[in-house]
């Protein structure tokens, strides 16, 4: 019932930038934290960027002062603005939420910064 679908990816060259959307359903998006993770070829899955049910962010490293999360939710979407884009930003970007009991994953949208 829960799903969460992400939106927005694909090919830009370094120094530009993207905005991902992930719609949710199936669960009271304003009563909960919503994630970014990205996971690049080879390595971990890494959070990216968390906003809180009162619009609290936070950020990896990486992502400070280039990207932004939001949520809108009367929309049931949480947004993330990147900017000024790397090669090393290349990666498949999942939105995610966490409940007591379990998280649920979007299916991912492909994010490839090359030129």
């Known amino acids: 019932q829960v799903q969460l679908v992400e939106s927005g990816g694909g090919l830009v060259q370094p120094g530009g930038s993207l905005r991902l959307s992930c719609a949710a359903s199936?669960?009271?998006?304003?009563?909960?934290?919503m994630k970014w993770h990205r996971q690049a070829p080879g390595k971990q899955r890494e959070p990216v960027a968390t906003?809180?049910?009162?619009?609290?962010?936070s950020y990896a490293d990486s992502a400070k002062g280039r990207f932004t999360i939001s949520r809108d939710n009367a929309k049931n979407t949480v947004y993330l603005q990147m900017n000024t884009l790397k090669p090393e930003d290349t990666a498949v970007y999942y939105c995610?939420?966490?409940?007591?009991?379990?998280?649920?994953w979007g299916q991912g949208t492909q994010v490839t910064v090359s030129s």
């Open positions: 995610n939420v966490q409940f007591p009991a379990r998280g649920y």
């Open positions: 199936g669960f009271t998006f304003s009563s909960y934290a």
């Open positions: 906003i809180s049910r009162y619009g609290i962010t």
